[in-house]
């Protein structure tokens, strides 16, 4: 049974700091990884998507990276906004073939002004 | 649409009431899929359907529970009898294709049993 860690489970830092979140995955038979946003009371935002093929896909500030053989994924966020602040989740496809994504619990951030 | 919508955003249901939540997904999108959140834990699975015809249920908790998506685009997730532990963020995701395609959710539906 597919098993998404997520370390830390909260993290604050200040403002224009870079950070790492990372995410770890027992079954590497997957064929993507995606990062999602959520902010409190609100439904998840597609952050990235990243296919088995790749590596790591960036968009803006954001930069996730994929080591399959490892089971691990980080996203990096650089320069960090309070607009930043929310939870951050991974999902992987709960085995090989499947559709049904497995998730992490998430990492929290706070970014202080 | 311009996203996934879902409707209400909030229930409030007394126990023992029957409830329904709907999903429009993302025009063009064939596969569909329901998630219930807990407070603090990721979304998990329960069920999914590849235009009208649901392929998986394996997700859901009880028989109390029942989707449908008759037309391949609206879906409706509807709880009969609903009990405490239902409270939960019901999230409605879809997809171009199911697999290796890029899923995307909905605000999501909180539901709160009293």
């Known amino acids: 049974k597919q098993e998404v860690t997520q370390i830390p489970a909260a993290l604050s830092v200040p403002e224009g700091e870079n950070l790492v979140l990372n995410c770890s995955f027992t079954d590497s038979a997957i064929y993507n990884l995606q990062w999602f946003r959520q902010d409190p009371g609100k439904g998840l935002t597609s952050l990235l998507l990243i296919q088995s093929s790749q590596r790591e896909q960036t968009s803006g500030r954001l930069n996730a990276s994929l080591d399959k053989s490892s089971g691990r994924s980080t996203l990096y966020i650089a320069a960090s906004q309070p607009g930043d602040s929310a939870t951050y989740l991974c999902?992987?496809?709960?085995?090989?073939?499947?559709?049904?994504?497995?998730f992490g619990k998430g990492t929290k951030l706070s970014v202080i002004p | 649409g311009a996203g996934v919508s879902q409707s209400p955003r909030y229930k409030v249901a007394k126990r023992g009431q029957d409830v329904a939540l709907r999903c429009d997904p993302i025009?063009?999108?064939?596969?569909l899929f329901w998630y219930q959140q807990a407070l603090g834990q990721g979304p998990e699975f329960l069920t999914y359907?590849?235009?009208?015809?649901?392929?998986?249920k394996s997700g859901l908790p009880s028989d109390r529970f029942f989707a449908e998506r008759p037309e391949g685009s609206v879906s409706t997730l509807k709880i009969q009898r609903t009990q405490q532990e239902d409270s939960a963020v019901y999230l409605c995701?879809?997809?171009?294709?199911?697999?290796?395609?890029?899923?995307?959710f909905g605000q999501g539906t909180r539901l709160t049993v009293v």
């Open positions: 359907f590849q235009n009208e015809a649901q392929l998986d």
């Open positions: 999902a992987v496809p709960s085995g090989a073939g499947s559709y049904q994504l497995t």
């Open positions: 995701a879809s997809s171009l294709a199911a697999g290796s395609a890029e899923a995307f």
């Open positions: 025009s063009g999108h064939v596969s």
